[in-house]
Nanobody, 123 residues
Framework: QMQLVESGGGLVQAGGSLRLSCVAS????????AGWFRQASGKEREFVAT????????YYADSVKGRFTMSRDKAKNTVYLQMNSLKPEDTAVYYC????????????????WGQGTQVTVSS
C-alpha cells in the first residue's frame, strides 16, 4: 500500500500562483511515476501532468502547458505541482496519484490516489 497526502490548495486570484505538494509513504516512491489530475464540480476528472520515477520525463495537458510545472524530490518522497498564471477554469479538486508504469495519462493507469486538495481561482 502507498499513502498519498496532498496539500497547498487554497483560494487565489486569477494570475496568481500556488504550489501543490503530495507526500508519499508506504512504498519506495522513486519506483513509481506520479501524476496530477483535477476534477471540477460537475465535470469528469481530467489529466493535468505526469512525471516519471526518475523525474527525467514530464508531460502536461495542453490546457496547463507553459503554466504548470511538475517536479519531484526523492529525498522527501514528494511531488510538486507549481501552478502559475492561474485562471478561473483551473478551479477544481486536485488529486495526486502514482503508477508503476513509466508514466500515465489516464486515471485507470494509476494505482494509488490521494484525497485531493481544493484549488479555487477567483476572477
Amino acid at each position: 500500500q502507498m499513502q498519498l497526502v496532498e496539500s497547498g490548495g487554497g483560494l487565489v486570484q486569477a494570475g496568481g500562483s500556488l504550489r501543490l505538494s503530495c507526500v508519499a509513504s508506504g512504498r519506495t516512491f522513486s519506483k513509481y511515476a506520479a501524476g496530477w489530475f483535477r476534477q471540477a464540480s460537475g465535470k469528469e476528472r481530467e489529466f493535468v501532468a505526469t512525471i516519471s520515477g526518475s523525474g527525467g520525463f514530464t508531460y502536461y495537458a495542453d490546457s496547463v502547458k507553459g503554466r504548470f510545472t511538475m517536479s519531484r524530490d526523492k529525498a522527501k518522497n514528494t511531488v510538486y505541482l507549481q501552478m502559475n498564471s492561474l485562471k478561473p477554469e483551473d478551479t477544481a479538486v486536485y488529486y495526486c496519484a502514482t503508477t508503476n508504469r513509466f508514466y500515465g495519462l489516464r486515471g485507470y493507469e494509476y494505482d494509488y490516489w490521494g484525497q485531493g486538495t481544493q484549488v479555487t481561482v477567483s476572477s
